[in-house]
């Protein structure tokens, strides 16, 4: 079963897409892996994406897509994919669905998991990392009170920087930086679902309730 699941940052993708895999036996092909396997192979493709990225410069769709088919005519692929993070516009989308012509395979289901804004604004915000431990944890749940050790290692301080605390929020998590990326999901992505629906099936998958609730209806939609 071939599959891509596309969400907005903070829905859940990643807990999502661990599980469709251990359901399904599918590989788990998400770009960043792409990349780094590319680069790391040595291969013609792979110094393409290491020159574009010494230089700070986006991967362009020209060089994505060689990278996609290339990744997915791999012995592993054929016994179905989970892709994650491809295609991310509608001009991409269009790119890939000849792709998959061009190398005789199909997308068996569209996963589209979303949740309100709101929702999302409110899960993420909470979040933050422990420096001691690494822990990303949400501390909503904790009430008022300043939490000054992490509940998992107990650290206070930043074990590297004694007098700055374990606990910190990463950039990504600061609701700006949310908004603007939920908005990039909505602009961009979303198109790129709309146009595979025009040749494969899409689910639209409430990411609201817990990950156990989520997993049920993903299970549910792809039978
Ligand atoms: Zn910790």
Known sequence: ??????????????????????????????????????????????????????????????????????????????????????????????????????IGQKVDAVLVLNAPAEEIVRRLEGRVTCRACNEVMNLKGFGPVEVKFCPFCGSAEDPQRPGKSALYQRADDKEETIRHRLTVFRKKTLPAAWALEERYPLCEIDGLGTPEQVAARIAAALG
């Open 1 to 102: 079963m071939n599959v891509v699941i596309m969400g907005p940052p903070g829905v859940g993708k990643g807990t999502q897409s661990h599980g469709i895999v251990n359901m399904k036996g599918t590989v788990h092909i998400s770009t960043g892996d792409i990349l780094r396997m590319a680069i790391r192979s040595g291969s013609e493709l792979g110094l393409k994406v290491q020159t574009v990225m010494n230089a700070g410069d986006l991967v362009s769709d020209e060089l994505m897509m060689d990278l996609v088919r290339d990744r997915l005519s791999q012995d592993d692929a054929k016994k179905g994919w989970l892709l994650d993070g491809f295609p991310r516009t509608a001009v991409q989308a269009g790119g890939f669905i000849s792709l998959l012509d061009e």
